[in-house]
């Protein structure tokens, strides 16, 4: 399928080794004791995803988990994630890692890539949502396990659409669609505007899949995205400031300057993540829903997954395997996600889900679930950082109008293929 080609193709980009000295470090024994003063299997976790307010929660599935496993001893290191990975990394180096560890997806791709990573054994990955299951493999072999997600959709004001008279997005609008709506409903006059969507490498490479387009090449050996597909993407995202959104000078690069248009009521349609349904759901007075993202050629929808993983050299592989199952996909982890509102469990059971589906606003919750089955995963290489400011650079400057959007895909492309040696 044609889905599962554009995700193993970003998933087979050019990768880099997490260095020397953390492999030397993987190649010895482990260090750390494995078993507790009463005899228990030590598993050892290190998180990032549980930091700052979720602490408690995950001390809820843990000790779920130990009663379920009286012989096994989970201990539980929490840490910020802006510390998270200099301390994974000095650990491995040490060989002193943790044997559960998290890894988002970007980090994921390295460190598998690199022999850091165990692969996971005897799996029944059916309780999980194929698309992020598959997040999570590498070169074919299962090296990771989806822990939760959040992904992108369309917001939409339901008012603005009635007073305009217009039919509300749906599950197979075009760009085409979306650009029409976004025009009849935009009144620069009354300071309301039709589309709100970030001109940003997140939202490029995933409007290049919307073209029909990849950022690399199927091999993975080259880039691909300075296209006929590409030029029509970033084409797409650049030409709205000034006709249907707003511009910087109008506020539009301020922090929460689109969070507030939408909840004052002033924007019709915004690309925005999940993560904003509690704050919209509070905004008293305004009437709004949610759509899968229209496509051009192609549906396409941005995900952004955590996992975890279990380490090459853990002394205790099949107990750390055992809790990273439970960990992921149990039905006291699905539970206590939903309750706390800390993100989404991965899993596939519709009927598991349904607590979160069921909730008033937005009504169509169904989309964010829809929106799995063609799904954007980020180009991922070993400068990271340099190539998401490159691109977001670039766009920028067509953006602005400093260069035609040809020149500026060709320039980001030099820039980027420089950074891949």
Request: with cysteine; hydrophobic share 40%.
């Amino acid at each position: 399928m044609t889905k599962q080609l554009s995700r193993r193709t970003v998933a087979l980009a050019p990768l880099a080794l997490i260095g020397a000295a953390g492999l030397a470090g993987c190649s010895q024994g482990s260090a750390t004791r494995t078993e507790s003063t009463d005899g228990r299997t030590i598993v050892r976790y290190m998180n990032f995803t549980a930091n700052d307010g979720h602490e408690q929660d995950l001390e809820t599935i843990v000790a779920a988990f130990e009663e379920e496993h009286p012989d096994i001893d989970v201990q539980v290191e929490t840490l910020p994630f802006d510390d998270y990975f200099t301390k994974l990394q000095t650990s491995l180096a040490g060989n002193t890692a943790a044997d559960v560890v998290d890894l988002n997806y970007e980090n994921f791709v390295s460190y598998a890539s690199s022999g850091a990573l165990a692969p996971l054994e005897g799996l029944d990955t059916s309780a999980y949502k194929e698309s992020l299951v598959e997040s999570f493999s590498y070169e074919g072999t299962q090296y990771g396990l989806p822990s939760s997600f959040s992904n992108v959709v369309l917001f939409y004001n339901k008012a603005l659409f009635d007073a305009a008279g217009l039919d509300y997005p749906a599950a197979d609008w075009t760009w085409e669609d979306e650009q029409k709506a976004a025009t009849a409903l935009t009144d620069t006059g009354a300071g309301v505007f039709g589309d709100f969507q970030p001109i940003t490498f997140h939202e490029f490479y995933k409007v290049l899949q919307q073209a029909g387009g990849s950022f690399f090449t199927e091999d993975g050996t080259a880039l691909a995205f300075n296209s006929p597909e590409g030029i029509a993407a970033a084409t797409w995202l650049v030409e709205k400031p000034g006709t249907v959104m707003p511009t910087e000078a109008d506020g539009a690069s301020t922090p929460d300057f689109d969070k507030d248009l939408f909840a004052s009521g002033k924007l019709a349609m915004w690309h925005s993540g999940i993560w904003m349904f509690d704050v919209l759901s509070q905004t008293e007075g305004l009437d709004w829903d949610i759509a899968v993202e229209p496509g051009d050629v192609a549906k396409s929808s941005a995900l952004f997954a955590n996992g975890v993983a279990v380490t090459a050299k853990s002394a205790q592989p099949e107990a750390a395997q055992l809790f990273a199952q439970f960990l992921t996909s149990s039905d006291v982890t699905v539970e206590t996600r939903l309750a706390t509102s800390w993100e989404l469990p991965p899993v596939a059971d519709e009927e598991a889900l349904a607590p979160y589906i069921d909730q008033p606003l937005p009504a169509n919750r169904q989309a964010v679930f829809d929106a799995l089955e063609d799904v954007a995963l980020p180009p991922v290489i070993s400068s990271q950082q340099e190539m998401q400011d490159a691109i977001n650079e670039e766009l920028a400057n067509a953006a602005d109008g400093r260069k035609t959007v040809e020149q500026a895909l060709a320039d980001a492309a030099d820039r980027v293929g420089a950074l891949l040696g």
